[in-house]
């Protein structure tokens, strides 16, 4: 579905990703896991159009992404939970929903409908819909960014971290959400720290160090390298 071939981007003279090759199979929760700093949000931005990469191909459904402004990149079916979620703290939790869906704003009783679901897919944002997305509970607020993000209805989400600085159980309903999600038919890009959580839910599992891909393989396979499995998952 999502074919990224020989990816490089840079930060001025920085090169954060080195020729990276990934490959995102449709319907699965594919995996990305590495240490703070190997380029996981750098990929994320590039695939979103955010960042331009100076090298490589990115496609998706046979099409061509880089280079793409993120506009573009959205309305060709795929959409980004931002790392730290970035809601519109200023504005109202309905307003960040209809930001998300700022392509087709005129198409409106569809986008009613579509902000109708995320409320009764996520109740508190129900509850909330009238507050400002600042006034929000972190988990609360990361629930609001992925809402926003499938308000544009992606078949391909990335998800920078989502349970970043969460309580466990919130976070265990982030995963909740992302299990759900898959299973309704969205195919999941998840960036993640929380590598136990991560491997139970993915299909698929990258490494990423240094800005390059260091391992590829199922979970299964993750387990079974000893030298991965120290460094990732402790030595349990
Ligand atoms: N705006 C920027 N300007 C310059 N260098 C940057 C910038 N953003 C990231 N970098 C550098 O690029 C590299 C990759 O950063 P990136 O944020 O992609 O890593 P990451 O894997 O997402 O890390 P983390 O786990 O901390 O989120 C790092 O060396 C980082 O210092
Ligand atoms: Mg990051």
Do not use: W
Not at 4 to 9: D, E, L, N, V
Not at 56 to 85: C, H, K, T, Y
Not at 131 to 156: D, F, I, Y
Not at 219 to 231: F, G, K
């Amino acid at each position: 579905m999502l074919n990224i071939r020989g990816i490089a981007t840079a930060y001025g003279n920085i090169e954060a990703l080195r020729g990276v090759d990934m490959d995102i199979e449709e319907g699965k929760v594919n995996c990305l896991l590495g240490p703070n700093g190997a380029g996981k949000t750098t990929l994320m931005m590039t695939v979103a159009g955010i960042l331009k990469p100076h090298r490589g191909s990115i496609m998706f459904d046979g099409q061509e992404l880089a280079g793409r402004p993120p506009s573009r990149v959205v309305a060709s079916g795929v959409s980004l939970v931002p790392e730290n979620r970035l809601v519109f703290a200023e504005m109202t939790v309905r307003d960040n929903l209809l930001a998300g869906a700022y392509l087709r704003l005129r198409l409106k009783r569809e986008v009613e409908d579509d902000c109708e679901r995320m409320f009764t897919r996520f109740p508190r944002l129900r509850e909330r819909e009238r507050h400002l997305a600042g006034t929000l509970s972190g988990g609360e607020q990361q629930m609001l960014a992925v809402a926003r993000a499938l308000m544009a209805r992606p078949k391909l989400l990335l998800m920078d971290e989502p349970s970043l600085g969460l309580a466990p159980l919130v976070v265990e309903e982030i995963f909740r959400i992302i299990a759900d999600l898959n299973a309704q038919g969205t195919t999941i890009f998840l960036v993640e720290q929380n590598a136990r959580m991560a491997l139970q839910v993915a299909h698929y599992v990258y490494l990423l160090a240094q800005g390059t891909v260091s391992f590829n393989g199922t979970p299964e396979e993750l387990a079974e390298d000893e030298v991965i499995r120290r460094a990732y998952l402790g030595s349990a």
